[in-house]
T-cell receptor, first 114, second 113 residues
Framework: EDKVVQSPLSLVVHEGDTVTLNCSYE??????LLWYKQEKKAPTFLFML????IEKKSGRLSSILDKKELSSILNITATQTGDSAIYLC??????????????FGKGTHLIIQP | GAGVSQTPSNKVTEKGKYVELRCDPI?????LYWYRQSLGQGPEFLIY????????DSGLPNDRFFAVRPEGSVSTLKIQRTERGDSAVYLC???????????FGEGSRLTVL
């Protein structure tokens, strides 16, 4: 059974701090790892990392995939109160016959204090 | 539409009743997914459609749950004989094939009393 573990489960920091969120996974036939941000209801896509794209960056957010360690980190620099959200990590297997469902971790609840 | 639309946004029902939750994906997206999210948990995969057919329904918890997508666009998740444990937010997502990036709807919050 595919498994995704995120840590920490919750984190409170002050505005301007840098945070690192962790995700480790066990999946049969790994294809991709995705990060989502969930503020109220709908998760919104941040990054997708694959064997051919192990590092992504967008503004203050960046992510790295370590296929050897079966893990990924999401970094947020110069945090702002608008970064407060639940950050979800998900992995997708390669079934060979089409797409299967992503397996999500429980998420990291990040709170940025002014 | 511009995004994935789900209705109703909230549904309160009594134990034993039947409910239907609807998802209208982004126009042109061939893949449609249903997930369930309980408080403090990540989304849990239920079922995936590619076109009209269910390509993977391995996440449906039991035979009280069923989903259809008759014309390859709108999908309905059907839950029979609801139980209190079915209470959760039911999220729908769509994508253009398997692009990895799923676009989620706002979800339908189901409360079974």
């Amino acid at each position: 059974e595919d498994k995704v573990v995120q840590s920490p489960l919750s984190l409170v920091v002050h505005e301007g701090d840098t945070v690192t969120l962790n995700c480790s996974y066990e999946v049969t036939n790994f294809r991709s790892l995705l990060w989502y941000k969930q503020e109220k209801k709908a998760p919104t896509f941040l990054f997708m990392l694959t064997s051919s794209g192990i590092e992504k960056k967008s503004g203050r957010l960046s992510s790295i995939l370590d296929k050897k360690e079966l893990s990924s980190i999401l970094n947020i620099t110069a945090t702002q109160t608008g970064d407060s959200a639940i950050y979800l990590c998900a992995v997708g297997p390669y079934s060979g016959g089409g797409a299967d469902g992503l397996t999500f971790g429980k998420g990291t609840h990040l709170i940025i204090q002014p | 539409g511009a995004g994935v639309s789900q209705t109703p946004s909230n549904k309160v029902t009594e134990k034993g009743k039947y409910v239907e939750l609807r998802c209208d994906p982004i126009s042109g997206h061939t893949a449609l997914y249903w997930y369930r999210q309980s408080l403090g948990q990540g989304p849990e995969f239920l079922i995936y459609f590619q076109g009209t057919g269910a390509a993977d329904d391995s996440g449906l918890p039991n035979d009280r749950f069923f989903a259809v997508r008759p014309e390859g666009s709108v999908s309905t998740l059907k839950i029979q004989r609801t139980e209190r444990g079915d209470s959760a937010v039911y999220l729908c997502a769509s994508s253009f094939g398997w692009a990895g990036e799923l676009f989620f709807g706002e979800g339908s919050r189901l409360t079974v009393l």
